[in-house]
Nanobody
C-alpha cells in the first residue's frame, strides 16, 4: 500500500519561509517522479513543482519560480519543498504526489498516488 505523508505546514508571515516534507512508503521511490500541488479555498488544484526520479529534472509553476525549490532524498524516501519569500496568495493545502514513472510532469492526472495534504497559511 502506497502512503505519502506530508508535514511541515503551518502559519507564517509574508516574506517568511517553510519547508514541506513528504515521506513515501510502499513504492519504489528511486524510480518515481514526485510532485507538489496546492489547492486554495474555492480554487482548483494547481501544479507547484515536480522532480524526476533522478532529481536532475525539475519543473516549477511560474508563480513560484525563484522562490520554491523541490528536492528529493532517496536514502530517506522523502521529497521536500523549500518555500521562501512566501506571499498570502501561497496560502493553500499542499499535496504531495507520486508517479509510477520516472519522468516529472506538471499535470495532476498523470500522478498515481496522493497524500492527504498539509495546510500552509501566509498572513499579511
Amino acid at each position: 500500500q502506497v502512503q505519502l505523508e506530508e508535514s511541515g505546514g503551518g502559519v507564517v508571515q509574508a516574506g517568511g519561509s517553510l519547508r514541506l516534507s513528504c515521506a513515501a512508503s510502499g513504492l519504489t521511490f528511486s524510480s518515481s517522479a514526485m510532485g507538489w500541488f496546492r489547492q486554495a479555498p474555492g480554487k482548483d488544484r494547481e501544479f507547484v513543482a515536480s522532480v524526476s526520479w533522478s532529481g536532475r529534472t525539475t519543473y516549477y509553476a511560474e508563480s513560484v519560480k525563484g522562490r520554491f525549490t523541490i528536492s528529493r532524498d532517496v536514502a530517506k524516501n522523502t521529497v521536500y519543498l523549500k518555500m521562501h519569500s512566501l506571499k498570502p496568495e501561497d496560502t493553500a493545502v499542499y499535496y504531495c504526489a507520486a508517479r509510477r514513472a520516472r519522468l516529472a510532469t506538471m499535470t495532476s492526472p498523470e500522478y498515481d498516488y496522493w497524500g492527504q495534504g498539509t495546510q500552509v497559511t501566509v498572513s499579511s
